[in-house]
């Protein structure tokens, strides 16, 4: 922690936040998924969540996005691994990152593996939320969390501590670092 109220967390508390988010918002994503199937098994159309605003209502969506790309399951898999993946790597690698940024990569790395399963097990992914308000794609939990994952985590980065470094202290320092691994490399080659 720096000497101002900024908390600028360190890799403890990436990883914790990271993990617990990511089980929440997954385990969240799937247990919707699991009532919502069992209920059309059982007969389930729709049903008004919020009259006139949300409704429930089933969608087998074989594609991403607003059910583009269909026909494609494995590559959408195949990608929410890779964004996991660096989603993982970028929390553990950043030598400095904002909460923010920690919290919007857990929810898109959760959305996206929640997706992930149902392509792989079902071969579609179990939307359900429908606006009424407006025409607009039916979507669900994993959907909420890479959405608003994505905008919270873009936030984080415009205001990450990063972007604060000053620039020639930064430049400086790597120099200096360069004329280190320099000198050392001479000194292995005189000591030869």
Not at 52 to 60: C, N, T, Y
């Amino acid at each position: 922690m720096s000497g101002t109220t900024e908390f600028i967390p360190p890799r403890r508390w990436r990883a914790t936040t990271a993990a617990l988010l990511f089980a929440l918002v997954l385990a969240t994503d799937q247990a919707t998924k699991v009532v919502v199937r069992a209920a059309v098994r059982a007969g389930f159309v729709a049903r008004d969540l919020i009259p006139g605003v949300v409704e429930l209502r089933f969608a087998a969506n074989t594609g991403a996005a607003f059910s583009l790309g269909e026909g494609f399951g494995w590559a959408f898999v195949l990608l929410a691994v890779a964004v996991t993946c660096f989603c993982a790597w970028y929390l553990r690698r950043a030598p400095l990152i904002s909460k923010l940024e920690v919290v919007g990569l857990a929810l898109v790395a959760a959305g996206a593996v929640g997706n992930a399963v149902d392509r792989a097990v079902f071969g579609y992914v179990t939307d359900f939320i429908a606006t009424q308000f407006i025409d607009f794609p039916i979507f669900n939990i994993a959907d909420i969390g890479i959405t608003c994952g994505a905008a919270i985590a873009f936030i984080g980065f415009v205001f990450s501590p990063a972007n604060k470094v000053d620039a020639t202290a930064e430049l400086d320092r790597r120099d200096a670092e360069a004329r280190e691994r320099r000198a050392a490399r001479r000194g292995r080659r005189e000591g030869r």
